[in-house]
């Protein structure tokens, strides 16, 4: 099993520019989960597919992030217009039923200058 | 959506020593309770969970950890650390029947020869 698959693995942009990031789900997980990781605020979710289907997005920050998940095997997260607040790390996670255990992804470590 | 608490920010620790790392949770409805290790750059791994049954659980690399209802608390243990056992680790917690992982602040522990 590849498991939860995420890129890039580093994106470094200038503030303004969009930014994508990319998430593959494991085979077979239908809920997928994006978390953003700061030391200040720690691992907080920011949105909850459920078959392909935004569940709960009240931890987007605000109306810069949407998130999309067009497939059962692909989910992007995109900042447009990017902040220098926005550098964190980006995890996604999946599971089967968005219930009990969820495998992460390595990350995508993103630093807006 | 449960609040948890990871007592200890840091825990510095000698080789071969004993590490205990504590997580106590805000509710004592059904849990399900996880521990994840995060290795530096890189992504989330788990290290264990309680879904049901035995109070004991006993996980990867040597690592177990004890369910205490009365307490809502989940310590982590390990009888005798390894350098490459330095880390941050992250206790998380779900209601049973919910999407919603909370975790903690994070444990960093640093092993020294």
């Known amino acids: 099993d590849a498991g939860v698959i995420q890129s890039p693995r580093h994106e470094v942009t200038e503030m303004g520019q969009e930014v994508t990031l990319r998430c593959k789900p494991i085979s077979g997980h239908n809920s997928l989960f994006w978390y953003r990781q700061t030391m200040m605020r720690g691992l907080e979710l920011l949105i909850y597919?459920?078959?392909?289907?935004?569940?709960?997005d009240s931890g987007m920050p605000e109306d810069r992030f949407s998130a999309k998940m067009p497939n059962a095997s692909f989910s992007t997260l995109k900042i447009q217009p990017s902040e220098p607040r926005d550098s964190a790390v980006y995890f996604c996670a999946s599971n089967i039923q968005g219930l009990g255990i969820q495998y992460f992804g390595a990350g995508t470590r993103l630093s807006v200058l | 959506a449960q609040s948890v608490t990871q007592l200890d920010s840091q825990v510095p620790v000698f080789e071969e020593a004993p590490v205990e790392l504590r997580c106590n949770y805000s509710s004592s409805v059904s849990v399900y309770l996880f521990w994840y290790v995060q290795y530096p750059n890189q992504g989330l791994q788990l290290l264990l969970k309680?879904?049901?049954?035995?109070?004991l659980v006993k996980g990867i690399n040597g690592f177990e950890a004890e369910f205490n209802k009365s307490q809502t608390s989940f310590h982590l243990r390990k009888p005798s650390v390894h350098i490459s056992d330095t880390a941050e680790y992250f206790c998380?917690?779900?209601?049973?029947?919910?999407?919603?992982?909370?975790f903690g602040a994070g444990t960093t522990v640093t092993v020294r020869a």
């Open positions: 309680y879904l049901s049954g035995s109070t």
């Open positions: 597919f459920n078959n392909n289907v935004p569940i709960d």
């Open positions: 998380a917690v779900s209601d049973t029947g919910d999407y919603k992982l909370s």
